[in-house]
């Protein structure tokens, strides 16, 4: 069971999505920079997350970890955690910008703020869709099977 700072951490990763900078995770997470470190710590000893020593980032060791984390917030808890993203990417340069969470294939720079803010702003005010069950045919279903 992880703690509830490796949590709080482990969910802003997830929220940004990709790599992730020690300064935009301790905003995101809203913990102080010496709490982050040592839950990122216990993330990275959990085989959870990854240095990406290329971008000087932190990264889930697989993309399916990451997907499994944020699926599993609770509609505040997304909300919240982008519109701290929102709020902390305000006033970045582009280069963090589009190194943080922009495409590769992002139309131009001098757009990838605000491709990031709607994104940041869409996925907070996406309602959660139910999962769909299979379809019995009706013959089954009339027929009491």
Request: proline share 6%.
């Amino acid at each position: 069971m992880l703690d509830g700072a490796t949590r709080q951490v482990l969910d802003a990763v997830a929220t940004v999505g990709r790599e992730t900078s020690h300064e935009l995770l301790t905003s995101v997470a809203d913990l102080d920079g010496a709490v982050v470190e040592a839950a990122a710590r216990r993330a990275i000893d959990a085989q959870l997350l990854v240095v990406d020593a290329d971008a000087d980032a932190y990264r889930f060791r697989h993309a399916l970890i990451g997907e499994v984390v944020y699926a599993d917030l609770l509609p505040p808890q997304r909300a919240r955690l982008h519109r701290r993203v929102a709020e902390a990417l305000q006033g970045q340069t582009v280069e963090v910008l589009t190194r943080a969470d922009a495409p590769a294939s992002s139309p131009s720079t001098s757009t990838a703020p605000v491709i990031v803010r709607r994104r940041s702003w869409r996925r907070s005010r996406r309602p959660m869709r139910p999962r769909q069950l299979p379809q019995r045919p009706r013959s089954v279903i009339s027929s009491g099977h």
